[in-house]
């Protein structure tokens, strides 16, 4: 690789650029990810990932750097964070100071490695089934289960999908009845395609309590690791081999009552809400990994020579890296301005406001890697389509492909929800406006 970066590999600001975006803050956070990163993954990362597995002693390896917390959704709990006695982030960045523009850099820097499986075996966990409780858990169930999670002494997941209930999470099966003495939930049913499950203490759990539809789901912090009624196996899946999807039986699992998350019956509300998190987290993976695929097909197309000159020298290959290149860096942009948004609203505002648009640009994410990985292998030829080599980096991608389009939401499942929720935006604001507008009753004579 030459000093120069070649043209798409990293985002315009990491290109010398100006951005009205990045202090000095995140540029400085961005240096010690792309080392830490360097240490942690970039070295090996392919070869887990081919291997379908990373080392047991990888996770610990994030707990003794630090490097687990920043992926919890910003601002980061700085409250549990004092009181757990840590006060910075790798880098000396204080806690008090990460935004979601950091976020959008850790999460950049980690799939850098071209492949979501290696970052995913540690991060997945974390930071979709940690937050649940942070945000909706009593005082009690965050004193339980926050200092060990935090710290990494213990690991957790979220545990959502079902084999007959993907997107459609209202038609969730799962039970959760309550034991004639009270004390208990009486967990049975099935969870699958679930991330980190294998390796976890827990799962923040969707779980129905009541009747059908979304009314009638709850969540709860279910025990799975030596837990009497729980069974796991690994699944074998075409793409992110490493990162531990697991199938997860539950047969009469006896959890505490004091584990509801939150309130019964609101399950289906803090779902939603922490789907935001993970459905941006992923537009920002799956751009990254969009980028590693056209930026090794457009070094490999500098120097690859065919019919007496090189592959860039012909004017379809450049034609179909321009519009890769367009689509790509149209979708960073978004990402970015969209971050940028998340430092400037609420989060209540945030959820009001972006929900749509996030789904959005996770539908978008995947259209934009499925062009790119699909456009590298043609470019590689012969090399894109071989398991070792030159081309084994976008012939993994390749197979990646549905992981970016499907997980967090499907691709047709993600367009219908962000239209809908514009169009509920759209029509409460009208009714807010026309509430101002409505002159008032009463006699108008001079």
């Known amino acids: 690789m030459s000093q120069v970066p070649v043209p798409f590999s ?24 792309r080392a830490l990163v360097d240490e942690l993954l970039m070295q090996e990362g392919g070869e887990w990932e081919k291997a379908g597995d990373v080392p047991p002693e990888l996770y610990q390896k994030f707990v003794d750097a630090n490097f687990l917390i920043p992926n919890l959704s910003a601002p980061l709990p700085v409250k549990w964070l004092h009181k757990l006695g840590i006060k910075t982030l790798p880098g000396g960045l204080p806690v008090e100071e990460f935004d979601y523009l950091h976020t959008l850099i850790y999460v950049d820097e980690m799939a850098r490695t071209g492949s979501l499986g290696p970052s995913g075996a540690i991060t ?181 020579e065919a019919f007496g000159k090189t592959l860039i020298e012909q004017p379809v290959v450049r034609h179909r890296l321009a519009k890769c290149g367009a689509d790509l860096e149209a979708h960073w942009a978004w990402i970015e301005s969209f971050t940028y948004m998340l430092t400037k609203l609420s989060e209540a505002e945030a959820n009001a406001e972006l929900g749509g648009l996030t789904a959005l640009a996770k539908a978008q994410a995947g259209r934009v890697v499925e062009v790119c990985a699909s456009t590298a292998v043609l470019l590689f030829g012969g090399n894109g ?30 367009l219908d929800l962000a239209i809908r929720q514009l169009v509920k935006n759209f029509q409460r604001k009208t009714r807010e406006l026309d509430a101002q507008l409505e002159r008032p009753k009463g006699s108008s004579k001079l």
């Open 124 to 304: 997945t966990g974390i930071a979709f089934g940690l937050p649940p409780i942070l945000k909706f858990g009593s005082p009690e169930l965050q004193d339980r289960f926050v200092p060990d999670l935090i710290t990494g002494r213990k690991r957790i997941c979220i545990a959502i999908t079902e084999p007959e209930a993907g997107s459609d999470v209202s038609n969730i099966s799962t039970t959760a009845t309550r034991s004639e003495c009270g004390k208990y939930f009486i967990v049975s049913g099935t969870k699958k395609w679930i991330t980190n499950g294998l390796w976890s203490d827990y799962a923040s759990m969707a779980v129905r309590t009541g009747g059908p539809g979304p009314g009638g789901l709850s969540m709860l912090v279910v025990p799975l690791l030596n837990t009497e009624g729980v069974s796991m196996r690994r699944i074998k899946v075409g793409g992110q081999t490493s990162a531990g999807t697991t199938f997860i039986e539950l047969d009469d699992v006896k959890v505490p009552v004091e584990n509801l998350i939150g309130v019964e019956g609101q399950g289906m509300k803090y779902v939603m809400q922490n789907f935001n998190h993970e459905r941006l987290t992923i537009s920002i993976s799956v751009n990254r990994v969009s980028r590693v695929a056209i930026s090794s097909a457009f070094e490999y197309c500098l120097k690859r």
């Open 385 to 414: 389509y071989t398991r070792s080599g030159q081309g084994e980096i976008v012939e993994k991608i390749y197979r990646e492909v549905p992981g970016a389009r499907i997980p967090g939401g499907s691709e047709d499942v993600m």
């Open 10 to 33: 990293e985002p315009p600001w990491l290109m010398g650029l100006p951005s009205p975006y990045y202090t000095d803050s995140h540029k400085k956070w961005q240096k010690t990810c």
